[in-house]
């Protein structure tokens, strides 16, 4: 079975940072791809991060490109992301998923995901 499960979310003031972590366990965590996704109240899911099977290569959203950073560690099973600069508009319900095999953007492309983590900026 498998089991994505974040953590790292909260309440933040503007301009703050948070880090989540997301650990995985019932997959062969380093034959897929991982990505972060987030979805605001009335607004659709949204793509946030990914990164490939071994962490080399990274691809961001425009919107979080040089605030966030995305990372893996695939000895302990587990990707995490550094939020930097948060925004109000960064407030949403953040999803960790899986993608075996090529990383990708797209959300439906994605095989696993988390229950989700809030993370909430104030102005």
């Known amino acids: 079975q498998v089991q994505l499960v974040e953590s790292g979310g909260g309440l933040v003031q503007a301009g703050g940072s948070l880090r989540l972590s997301c650990a995985a366990s019932?997959?062969?965590?380093?034959?897929?791809?991982m990505g972060w996704f987030r979805q605001a109240p009335g607004k659709e899911r949204e793509f946030v991060a990914t990164?490939?099977?071994?962490?080399?290569?990274?691809y961001y959203a425009d919107s979080v490109k040089a605030r966030f950073t995305i990372s893996r560690d695939n000895a302990k099973n587990t990707v995490s992301m550094r939020m930097n600069s948060l925004k109000p508009e960064d407030t949403a319900v953040y999803y960790c998923?899986?993608?075996?095999?090529?990383?990708?953007?797209?959300?439906?492309?994605?095989?696993?995901w988390g229950q989700g983590t809030q993370v909430t900026v104030s102005s």
């Open positions: 019932g997959l062969s965590f380093s034959s897929y791809a």
């Open positions: 990164i490939s099977l071994g962490g080399g290569t990274t």
């Open positions: 998923a899986a993608k075996y095999g090529v990383y990708s953007a797209q959300y439906n492309a994605y095989d696993y």
